[in-house]
């Protein structure tokens, strides 16, 4: 696999924004700034719910446990 990359496997090699990395369209990565709100917050009594979704892949962003 070594040298091929993401691109290979049909991941682009890079992220990018509208209007390039830093503009108007969101921000860049590459700063630090990037902010993935929860999906979810389980309580911990569903502890067991919250990782077989993670396991499932049913999540769109962080899930959370309050306990």
Do not use: F, I, T
Not at 10 to 32: H, I, K, L, T, Y
Request: glycine share 18%; aromatic share 4%; net charge positive.
């Amino acid at each position: 696999m070594g040298g091929r990359g993401l691109a290979g496997h049909g991941w682009p090699d890079r992220v990018s924004s509208p209007g390039g990395a830093g503009s108007a369209g969101g921000p860049d990565p590459a700063e630090g700034k990037l902010s993935v709100p929860p999906w979810r917050a389980y309580p911990l009594a569903e502890a067991a719910l919250a990782h077989a979704d993670l396991e499932a892949r049913r999540n769109r962003g962080k899930a959370v446990l309050v306990p």
